[in-house]
Nanobody, 125 residues
Framework: QVHLAESGGGLVQPGGSLTLSCVVS????????VGWFREAPGKEREGVSC????????YYSDSVKGRFTISRDNTKNTVFLQMNSLEPDDTGVYYC??????????????????WGQGIQVTVSS
């Protein structure tokens, strides 16, 4: 059974940094794409960044490009999202999602098959 578990959320001031972690289990990780998605109050879920585990190909939404960095540690089946220069508009529930497809369509279409429970990120002074 697939299981994705997020950690690392919290409250941070504008301009600050935060790192999210997603531990993946129950899948053949090498064939998997893992992504970070977020849902702001009153808005639809959107893809933030996705990474293909075996070759490291990545996708970033325009809103986070240059500020967020996605990476993976294959030895620990963990995907990270380093978030810098955080803005109030980055506030929301962040979900880890996964599927066996390419990073760009999975992120752009919010098309993950498997989901974590979500974790709150609040950017506020």
């Amino acid at each position: 059974q697939v299981h994705l578990a997020e950690s690392g959320g919290g409250l941070v001031q504008p301009g600050g940094s935060l790192t999210l972690s997603c531990v993946v289990s129950g899948v053949k990780v090498d064939a998997y794409v893992v992504g970070w998605f977020r849902e702001a109050p009153g808005k639809e879920r959107e893809g933030v960044s996705c990474i293909k585990i075996n070759d490291g190909r990545t996708y970033y939404s325009d809103s986070v490009k240059g500020r967020f960095t996605i990476s993976r540690d294959n030895t620990k089946n963990t995907v990270f999202l380093q978030m810098n220069s955080l803005e109030p508009d980055d506030t929301g529930v962040y979900y880890c999602g996964g599927d066996e497809q390419s990073p760009k369509p999975m992120c752009a279409l919010v098309a993950a098959e498997d989901w974590g429970q979500g974790i709150q990120v609040t950017v506020s002074s």
